[in-house]
């Protein structure tokens, strides 16, 4: 079995910065290709960022790119989200995941966190 726990989320106004961690335990990490996805109320979980094994490939949705970066910390067994230039419609719970691909789909990440919320405020 596989945990993830995030943390990091907060309030900030917009324009502002958050990092978000994610430590992972109870499996291999460099095994765990990871994301980052979102969840508004009212909304659909959304994919934001991911990361592969190694590092060496990223994706981003593209309300994000060039504000955000993923990075992975394999000797920590820590995923990271960087965020910068946060605007109040980036407001939702974040969550992590895990799984063996990198991909924007939900449904293929086998291991998630329980999210953390992350709030900008106009």
């Known amino acids: 079995q596989v945990q993830l726990v995030e943390s990091g989320g907060g309030l900030v106004q917009a324009g502002g910065s958050l990092r978000l961690s994610c430590a992972v335990s109870g499996r291999t990490f460099s095994n765990y290709a990871m994301g980052w996805f979102r969840q508004a109320p009212g909304k659909e979980r959304e994919f934001v960022a991911a990361?592969?094994?190694?590092?060496?490939?990223?994706n981003y949705v593209d309300s994000v790119k060039g504000r955000f970066t993923i990075s992975r910390d394999n000797a920590k067994n820590t995923v990271y989200l960087q965020m910068n230039s946060l605007k109040p419609e980036d407001t939702a719970v974040y969550f992590c995941?895990?799984?063996?691909?990198?991909?924007?789909?939900?449904?293929?990440?086998?291991?998630w966190g329980q999210g953390t919320q992350v709030t900008v405020s106009s």
């Open positions: 990361i592969s094994r190694s590092g060496g490939n990223t």
């Open positions: 995941a895990a799984g063996l691909l990198v991909t924007t789909t939900p449904r293929r990440y086998d291991y």
